[in-house]
């Protein structure tokens, strides 16, 4: 059946308004009552689990400020927070999609995914770094020489060491894991040398190891790069909300109060405490908020 031009221009109104309704987060979460955070699974400690589906950490206690934002800025007082579970894989699908309208964790701010997503205030900054079993005798990247790592899929960190490794020319083989327990667990049952990943979440996945006394952090950071919360592309009245969040939190203290108690504090489910002070990058952010991405 034929469409008429009225019928045409019709259907295509109506679909370009779903379309940028599906863009405009805070009209979708108004419409259902309803607002979707992604979180992971064991990024200690920014976003992990306590608990069968109990969501814990410092970025959950960002996405929880902003749901708090979302409430007074719909006016929807009984505004619904759901959370799901992402990886490093498939966390920019399910936002783009619109399963998730937030995603806050341990995601790196760069160039590249900058195409895909926009970013927040960055509220972390880090390296890649290496844990191994005390017992390995490694220190650095060059002890790797020939040595089998794990890396999560999916990430940046993935990409710095594969290069790093064919300029050094060591031979190191790469293996993929789905999550960072995943990796972690290889090191613990010696079916990898070492696990290359952001220190913090290295420092925050061997606080609440089995055995945390057998594993250390070490090598030199191969590059620095800022954390930041992932919203959909082009939705700017939700971004300047999350900017609007995380840089009341830096102004007013709040900001240090929560890395005290996530970063310096014993936390759960162990109550080790991760035991890293705040960088010079993230003091130099909080006094200036910037969104730059790593490059």
Known sequence: MKLSALSAAVLLAALAATSA?????????????????????????????DGPGKPIG?????????????????????????????????????????TVDLECGSTTNNSARGKDVDFAINHFYTGTRLLVKK??????????????????TGTTN???????????????????????????????????????????????????????ASLEVVGEALQVEPYA????????????????VITGMMKSGEFEKLYDKWFMGPIPPKNQAVGLPMSDE??????????KPAT
């Open 21 to 49: 309704q599906a863009g405009d987060t805070l009209a979708k979460a108004a419409e259902a009552n309803k607002i979707t955070f992604a979180y992971r699974e064991s990024s200690v400690p920014f976003s992990y689990l």
């Open 58 to 98: 410092f970025a959950v206690d960002i996405s929880n400020a902003v749901a708090e934002a979302v409430k007074k800025q719909t006016g929807k007082a009984d505004l619904k927070v759901e959370w799901m579970p992402v990886t490093s894989q498939n966390r920019i699908p399910l936002l783009n999609n619109g």
């Open 135 to 152: 017992s390995s005798g490694i220190k650095d990247w060059a002890d790797l020489k020939g040595k089998k790592v794990a890396i999560t």
């Open 158 to 212: 993935m990409l710095v060491v594969r290069k790093y490794n064919d300029e050094k020319k060591l031979g190191i083989d790469v293996v993929g894991t789905k999550d960072h327990a995943d990796a972690l667990l290889l090191v613990e049952t010696d079916r990898a040398a070492a696990f290359p990943m952001d220190d913090i979440l290295l420092y925050g996945l061997k606080a609440n190891a089995k055995d945390p």
């Open 229 to 244: 919360c992932m919203v959909r592309k082009d939705d700017p009245k939700f971004k300047a909300l999350v900017d609007g």
């Open 282 to 291: 993230l003091r130099n952010n909080i006094k200036s908020p910037s969104d």
